[in-house]
């Protein structure tokens, strides 16, 4: 009797990312890398799995996230309330505090890796997707808001892309948020008719989110409502007008966008995205602003900072549009061999060549010579070594040059004495 075994699937909004597409990740992840490198930022790596008030209390009980996007669960073996991190920042500052890396001096630092919402799939919008999450910890600004953003401009630079544009926005300090929030809720209140469910429940908890609305029944409703620009004063202004001029300096453009409140609570003054039309419907490449009150608010002493996050999903998607991806080759040498002994000694031969920095595939199994050749010219290597019965006899290797450039003087074989091989290959490859 047969057995049958149904397939395990990924989960929905789950991707798989398969080597030649994660090849193209880890060339982005390298200039990623570089560019933070050029401003000093640090790598950190904080868990993937936080407890749940981390976040209910860092991003705030009435938002999107919090209400209806995290992976929360409760640990059967410790009853701990535990979630998935829905974005980097509340774990970064958690981690800051908790090694009091915070008191003595400020901080530049980056993370890559993995967030989770449970959010509805499609195209740039994920259940697991990738951030670079930057944060400039026990900074003040404007200088540092300015010199973030045009950090990313340069990164955009890097990468060739010419039509991602910027909107700029203050949320100002919380009495200025109180005294608008309090217009606001009067405004909602005259027109709760036009307010969806989710509107009319956050009225009043969090009448700003309000104003960040997808639906467009609301949209006219949020275009009128009052603005907290217009509650601003002087200090927020002059910290807005810091950045402006900075961003003028070094030549970007910015839109004033009043209705960008950004969608956590914990974002004052200065607040950013990164759109683009390229990118269908999820257009926002990456989104950042100011968070003077959460190192305090997660316990910490207070301290000022800043930071943004880029979907690596939809940069990968914009990049890969204007530079097309090359497969990398999967290695520079392949080893073909034939019978038992040239196969042992094409596995010694494969060491000494990566003794010698070179990467080798030795071709695994017996088959016939056709077959591995065709596996080699696969792989992309640029040199097939060839170890049979009448080189292993005489100490020699033959060496195939599989790729044109690799060619010189049109001689594409060579046979080379066994002590010569890494000589000659290291000229060419
Ligand atoms: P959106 O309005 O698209 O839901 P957001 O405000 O929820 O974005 P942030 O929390 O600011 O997003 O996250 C920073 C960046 O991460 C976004 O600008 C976007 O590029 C990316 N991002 C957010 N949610 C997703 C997702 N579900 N799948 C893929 N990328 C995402
Ligand atoms: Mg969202």
């Known amino acids: 009797m047969t057995q049958s075994f149904q397939k395990v699937r990924a989960l929905t909004g789950m991707k798989d990312v398969l080597p030649d597409t994660s ?18 930022y640090r790598n950190m790596r904080a868990p993937v799995l936080e407890l749940t008030r981390l976040f209910t209390r860092g991003i705030g009980e009435v938002t999107d996230i919090v209400e209806k996007e995290m992976y929360s669960f409760t640990d059967a073996l410790n009853n701990e309330h535990l979630t ?70 340069r990164l955009w630079k890097i990468l060739g892309l010419n039509d991602i544009r910027l909107e700029l926005n203050s949320l100002g300090q919380a009495h200025e948020r109180a005294a608008h929030r309090a217009a606001l809720i009067t405004y909602l209140e005259e027109h709760k008719s036009v307010l969806d469910e989710e509107a009319q429940r956050r009225m009043y908890t969090n009448p700003l989110r309000v104003l960040d609305t997808k639906n467009p029944a609301m949209q006219a409703m949020a275009n009128n409502a009052p603005r907290l620009f217009d509650f ?18 070094a030549g970007i453009e910015y839109r004033l966008n009043p209705r960008l409140v950004r969608g956590l609570d914990y974002y004052n003054l200065t607040v950013f995205e990164w759109v683009t039309d390229r990118l269908g419907a999820q257009g926002t490449v990456c989104g950042g602003g100011r968070y003077d009150g959460l190192i305090e608010l997660l316990g910490g002493k207070p301290a000022p900072a800043v ?5 690596m999903e939809r940069l990968l998607d914009l990049w890969t549009q204007s530079q097309p991806p090359v ?53 992309g290597a640029a040199v097939a070594v060839i170890l049979g019965e009448s080189e292993l006899a005489e100490g020699k290797a033959t060496v195939k040059w599989l790729r044109q450039e690799f060619i010189t003087d049109q001689v594409q074989q060579d046979v080379v004495a066994l002590d010569q ?5 290291k000229t060419r490859v």
């Not at 959010?119 to 259940?127: C, D, I, V």
């Not at 930071?307 to 979907?311: C, L, Q, S, T, V």
């Not at 010698?356 to 696969?378: E, M, P, T, Y």
């Not at 091989?421 to 290959?425: A, D, E, M």
Request: glycine share 8%.
């Open 307 to 311: 930071g943004f996050a880029i979907g």
């Open 23 to 40: 090849a193209q990740w880890e060339t982005l992840e390298a200039i990623v890398r570089d560019w933070l490198a050029a401003y000093g």
């Open 327 to 379: 497969a990398a080759p999967e290695c520079q040498v392949y080893v073909i061999h034939q019978g038992d002994a040239a196969q042992r000694q094409a596995a010694c031969v494969a060491e000494t060549l990566r003794d010698a920095g070179l990467s080798v595939i030795v071709h695994a199994g017996s088959s016939g010579f056709k077959s591995q050749f065709k596996r080699a010219d696969a792989s």
């Open 232 to 249: 601003l004063g002087p200090e927020s202004l002059a910290h807005f007008e810091g950045v402006c001029s900075r961003l003028a300096d």
């Open 84 to 153: 998935l991190r829905p974005e980097f920042t509340a774990g970064m500052v958690r981690a800051c505090i908790e090694h009091n890396m915070l008191y003595d001096r400020p901080h530049r630092v980056y993370a890559l890796g993995p967030v989770f919402r449970h959010e509805k799939p499609q195209r740039g919008r994920y259940r697991q997707f990738h951030q670079i999450d930057v944060e400039a910890l026990g900074f003040a600004g404007p200088d540092i808001d300015a010199e973030l953003i045009v950090m990313l401009q």
């Open 421 to 425: 091989l890494v000589n000659v290959l």
